[in-house]
């Protein structure tokens, strides 16, 4: 049997050192934040979504894009790809005859970067959202901390459900 190349008291300062390494976060071991500030976050992502929602409803086109990167990419209900803050902006002021209401399910703060996952259901009320909804589903969305401050970089949306004019608007091919 080989005598083992470290001394006992080596032995122990190295384990103490390993300990100290994956206590701090070194070497890939996420940073992982106080439940509190997850809370904080999934708070501020659900509030900067109905902020958004309001937006929509009182058809403020910069209010909307306010919460979007520069370079979001946006799939829509109905399959279309839609590219950039400014081609989204667009199809506000283009189509203001449809209100859309986003209602968050859950929303998921990553424990090592600043994205968040964000799932719900989406609605289509034409001219008011208190009118009746006339398309919906689901959509999801990735949110990224910029400056202290949630943007949305990406939603898909994917329509499941149709009333009246609603269901005569094509799905992309």
Known sequence: MMPSPFRPRSR?????????????????MPNRPAPAAHATDEQAVKA???????AIAVRDADGVAA?????VVIRRGLGPLVVGREAYRQLFTSDPAVIYVRTPSAVEISDRWPLAFET??????PGSAAAPAVIGGRYSAQWVKRNGRWL????????????????DWPAAP
Do not use: K, P
């Open 12 to 28: 122990l300062r190295a384990l103490l050192f390993a300990i100290a390494l994956s206590a701090s976060g070194c070497c890939g």
């Open 152 to 167: 949305i970089r990406a939603e898909v949306f994917v329509a499941l459900t149709c009333e009246a004019v609603g269901c």
């Open 48 to 54: 900067a979504r109905y902020a958004q929602n309001e």
């Open 67 to 71: 919460f979007w990167t520069d370079d």
């Open 120 to 125: 719900g259901e989406w609605t289509g009320h």
